[in-house]
């Protein structure tokens, strides 16, 4: 039994994923077909046009690009993560027919602050839970039964977004008011996506960020605010 | 905290299920308006034609009926129930904002069998895991945090789905070779809709009850061989 | 052959809309069950939910609700209109089954204006297209293939919408970037819905009248500053 | 003005698709995680896995993979083509941006049969409805509103599908019940994408080919007896 922490690692990504954007967007408005108008671009004007793409916001196009990641969370992480259903494909190790022996898990940042007494008690849980699970298997309930008792632990997915699907997952989990995990999560994936690409991201994020505004209305965290007021210092 | 059994009610549908559905395909093939057919058809008009899509596998159709249910169940099946994605709407209890306490509990069948010791032991560890959660939120832990240490609890969802998306939910769910508390839920609902249609689930199952046929090659349950055996032999 | 004004007419609809979206949210955030929660709110209770999720921004929980429209329009606009893909439902008219004799057409505004010689070969153009269509079927090619040289006639369509959808397509679709027809179908649309429900499309239209923003940055139409400049004036 | 044929080119293509898809479907059943298993399978065990997915129809996983296609077709076409709705992303030329001088079209086939008359009025309305429609642009006519007297010609599409989705897409659209110009596209598409790959494409077609069955029931063209009798006489 080992703690571990969330992690996502883009293992596949459309290296054409810009070209096909602008192909896209180019085939829409333009007399030529999709096999010239590959050709002539140069990356500059690919670039160009994938960022008037964006201000426009004319995301469909942004449909035919695609990331493949390999996410390690929490259950109760992948739970929320698997409730986007455009535009996205997920693939999760089974409880049914995986046993987890030895399983890891991820405690939360508000445990390992309490420490002392609570981050010990919260371990032993973990401690019997796998003790538990082990006797029931032992006396032949079946795994997807014995996971019953199992607390949040750590779960692994293949999870594949078209760039127009990260976008709404960026907007909505990027968010402070989102559950720290994935918010985590979604950060380190913007962080890598934007590593791979030119432009493609210059306006994913949350949307206090990259359109001035909130939609959290009474329940917004303050930070536009304080976006604001930073500018107006500028 | 309580033990509870797996449930699904439907608190809302389509009077009109059928006549829409009815409707809708006679748009499809004939010169009349929407609002012309929708005057003209008796009922038994419509029942007829709704068994004729049926027989056509025409079922695009059946996505303009809707059925709603409220659904009680653990977290382990909320969390295989939401990855349907088409077709279907969810509404969950948030963990992150409704404490549990004095949650409630399934118990699978396979450790109610076993009994004893190991029936015991799985009760003592909800009663344990409510009392550290109850702790932890004492000593400030956030909700959202304290539910980690959580096993599968109750959750409940309010969920809806078009017809064509329950058809899929059935052929998949009813299956014997399902999870047994998703495919409890799959035949109460069955069940019910059926109460409140006339030939509109006419086709609505398994495939092996539906279609003669097993989509599970060799992991096959064999009902298939018995259902065709017993044919025989009428 | 004969002239058609576009329509949308719902036929259909969730009179319980309201009720199933607070019922929805407010199973999200308490304890208690779907049935319990049905009763207890009053209907003003409901509304004054429904309006904080409106504010919120948490649409999803709209997705519970059903509007069924049957519309009348071109072809041009029908292969618009089917390009919403998630939220809703289609059946359209078939031109492989069904033959066009006598059809009905939409002529567009512009045409109207320009009135004259312009006018009068619109007209005959359809004429011809019409007879030429009859003499092919008469030749014995199927209606699937003598239909290619159609232009754009009247088709019928029975769309389903969640609310969810529909507050998407609004914000889309009456905006006055969008073309005439599919605008035109998009206010009657809007109109007809608030006329059926007290509170559930209040936010709904385009971002400039609702959110007092314009998503088309430089191809903005400028309503946005004079809705602005009306506002500093009161 | 010239004529066409209808095409579809593979564009661009997951060049790790089965990896991709054994990747995934590893991880739902191992205990390792994705980097381990992407590294550690053999291109044979690669394969083999992909067939063991498509054999229990375990087709979830194959949603990771994709492809897109340039498409020339009819509008006639391309209207049915952006009715599928999940799994597939579309970017069409627009009729409302770009001016339609020197369009092309398609003629079909049992128009060219006709051959004589038929095909000589057919190719003259074409004529006709490209010179009117020059006509009215000359009279500031939008293009929008021009479009509307336009008969069925040709248009470009980019069309990116997961693997999943073209399964959907080759079972309805390679059915000899299919209109011509569509089973004639899919046909291309299938061909291309065996061609890329090695094994994931194997169970891909018509119910009849792959499965042994039809959907179609009475409207069923007898194509399946046929396959049956032609391997009773193996």
Redo the contacts between chains.
Sequence with gaps: MMEVKPRA?L??Y?E?AEE?VA???R?????Q???EL?EQMSREEKEELVRKIL???HY??L??A?F?F?I?C???T??QL??Q???V??????????QEDGFS??I????KR?GGQ?LK??KE??Q??QE?YD??LA????P??A??????IKT???V?Y?ARSLYHFFSLRCCSRA?WEIRGLARQMLKQVREVTAVLFDKAGTDCEV?G?C?????SCGRLEKIKSDEEED
Excluded at 27 to 31: A, I, M, T
Excluded at 89 to 98: I, L
Excluded at 147 to 152: D, N, T
């Design positions: 690692r293992i596949d459309d054409k096909k192909t896209a967007a085939l829409c408005y333009s007399r077909g999709a096999e590959q201000d426009l916001g469909s196009t449909e035919h695609y493949a390999h390690v929490s259950r109760v992948s739970h698997v409730r259903r455009v535009g494909s997920y693939s999760q190790r089974s409880q049914r027919y995986v898990y991820i939360p940042p508000s445990i309490a609570v008690e919260f849980h973990y019997q839970s538990l006797r029931l006396e032949d309930v079946p997807e039964d996971r019953f008792l199992l607390p949040a692994n997915l293949v594949t078209n559950q359109k505004e939609p959290e209305g009474e329940l």
